[in-house]
């Protein structure tokens, strides 16, 4: 094998001087400048992207407390106008029953005149219908004629006695 030549071994070590020099340099001068140049770009981007991403989620959180401010305020007017409304409808309801209170008294009131007025006018035909159901009762049980002005006259005594 040649490389392992002991006379061969002063120009192999010259070369691999110069070609470890050559290359060295290349690295330093071309590649590694380049290669950061990519890194720095690299690191700025994801920076850039980091500041975004913060600055979006600051506007998202300032959006979710006005959205929820707004929610709120919207609740707030809600519960506002429902408790409105249920007054006014208290206010109603008030109105209607004491109107209908007010109905319910005039026709019981109109009822119970109308009632009073058939009882008086039962209680007035009582005494006929009480002398025609003696006439009737006595004339069936004892078979005797009673003349109108008798059955009224025993109704009358039965009455007062009574009382």
């Known amino acids: 094998m040649p490389q392992l030549t002991i006379a061969d071994f002063p120009p192999q070590l010259v070369w691999l001087a110069?070609?470890?020099v050559v290359l060295y340099f290349l690295m330093a001068r071309v590649a590694i400048p380049r290669i950061s140049d990519v890194l720095?770009?690299?690191q700025n981007?994801?920076?850039?992207?980091?500041?975004?991403?913060?600055?979006?989620?600051?506007?998202?959180d300032n959006a979710k407390a006005e959205y929820e401010a707004a929610l709120?305020?919207?609740r707030s007017k809600a519960h506002g106008i429902v408790s409105d409304l249920k007054a006014t409808?208290?206010?109603e309801q008030d109105a209607s029953k004491a109107e209908l209170d007010a109905k319910l008294a005039e026709?019981?009131?109109d009822a119970e005149a109308g009632i009073?007025?058939?009882?008086d006018a039962a209680l007035s035909h009582v005494r006929e219908i009480a002398s025609e159901t003696a006439k009737v009762a006595v004339s069936k049980l004892v078979s005797i004629d009673v003349s109108d002005a008798d059955a009224d006259a025993a109704v009358e005594s039965s009455m007062k006695g009574a009382a």
């Open 72 to 74: 709120a305020d919207a």
């Open 18 to 20: 110069i070609t470890f």
């Open 107 to 109: 026709k019981a009131k």
């Open 89 to 91: 409808m208290a206010k």
């Open 45 to 60: 981007r994801i920076a850039t992207d980091l500041e975004e991403a913060r600055k979006l989620s600051d506007d998202a």
């Open 116 to 119: 009073n007025a058939a009882k």
């Open 40 to 42: 720095e770009n690299r």
